[in-house]
């Protein structure tokens, strides 16, 4: 494996808030500055050169006193590390609040250079075409991260927007034993066999408007059908019914309802697991954010693994 072949890449950006991916819905976005300070790290995973972006803090090398929590953020399908970077905002929170943030690089998505996906089980393009081995990519990044800085092993966290999101199922399945908790936004659980039966932590927030993952599940749009080839999506209950038996919650959720965004909270399950579902009414397929939909996604998830101070 090659390691070390790393560059500081620093960035003053204004740009959207839309989570590039799986040909997200049109909307007018507002504009924020978004300041990223982030190193690029590389490693060949089958004899392929991969990457990913990671914001650490400083005084996180390996032998360092202090453990720190790691989440992984995995972008869309069309989009890249750098783009869910700036799109999510979570650098920000990771400096303020003392955790590693990594953004991996998915592979070749189709024929425009930059455009990325993941192997996600059912979605998307070359990557599953080629049957990229994505879980091996992510494994072999966590233990890069883990050799160059002092992190919490119980503590490593996944947020996937669509594609990314999908990604983030697969990685519960198959590298559960790793994964303390996951986020996944505009996602679909499109696993098609999951051995795995650790409880974990789940956050699912997902729009009744979406058109490329629908919330009611069944075929992709048109448009990112073109681009990414035709794939079914599993629903929102249907994920939630996975994560209920996994889980082993019991009861009914709580349910709170603020303006179009509507929260049920699992409670009452195995091992001290959670379980929430956030549903926005009318929501496209994007990263929420509270200017446009009331509701933050990367603030929420923050809260939800604990990572805030």
């Keep these: 494996m090659r390691t070390g072949a790393r560059s500081r890449v620093i960035a ?13 819905a049109a909307a007018d976005q507002p504009k924020i500055d978004v300041v990223a300070q982030s190193d690029v790290y ?7 050169e991969r990457s990913y972006v990671a914001h ?3 005084g996180a090398a390996a032998g360092a006193p202090e453990t720190l929590p790691v989440l992984v ?3 869309g399908a069309g989009g890249n590390g750098a783009k869910a970077e700036i799109a ?5 929170f990771a400096k303020a609040d003392n955790f590693i943030v990594a953004y991996p690089n998915g592979t070749q998505a189709a024929q425009i250079e930059h455009q990325l996906a993941w192997n996600a089980d059912g979605c998307c393009a070359t990557p599953r075409l080629n049957d990229v081995d994505d879980v091996e990519f ?10 160059r800085n002092a992190i919490d092993p119980g503590r490593i966290y996944l947020a996937g927007f669509s594609n990314g999101g999908m990604m983030s199922y697969r990685l519960s399945c198959e590298l559960g034993d790793r994964i303390a908790g996951i986020a996944v936004v505009g996602g679909a659980f499109n696993v098609s066999d999951c051995d795995s039966d650790e409880p974990t932590d789940v956050l699912i927030v997902h729009g009744t408007g979406d058109l490329t993952v629908p919330y009611r599940g069944g075929p992709t749009n048109e448009r990112a059908a073109a681009r990414f080839g035709q794939w079914v999506n599993a629903s929102v209950a249907d994920a939630k019914r996975v994560w209920v038996a996994r889980n082993g919650c019991s009861g009914f959720p709580s349910e709170d309802v603020e303006g179009t965004v509507t929260r049920e909270t699992y409670d009452d399950c195995d091992d001290d697991s959670r379980l929430e579902v956030v549903t926005i009414a009318g929501g496209a397929h ?9 509701f933050d996604a990367s603030e929420t998830l923050i809260t939800f693994f604990g990572l805030g101070s």
Excluded: F, K
Aim: hydrophobic residues 50%; negative net charge.
């Design 286 to 294: 994007v990263w929420p954010i509270a200017p446009v939909s009331g």
């Design 56 to 58: 650490v803090p400083e």
């Design 138 to 147: 992510i494994s072999r990044m966590l233990d890069d991260i883990g050799e």
């Design 73 to 75: 953020v995995l972008h």
């Design 88 to 92: 999510t905002g979570l650098s920000g």
């Design 12 to 24: 003053l950006l204004l740009a959207t808030v839309a989570l590039t991916g799986c040909a997200s």
């Design 42 to 48: 590389y490693l060949t995973v089958d004899g392929v």
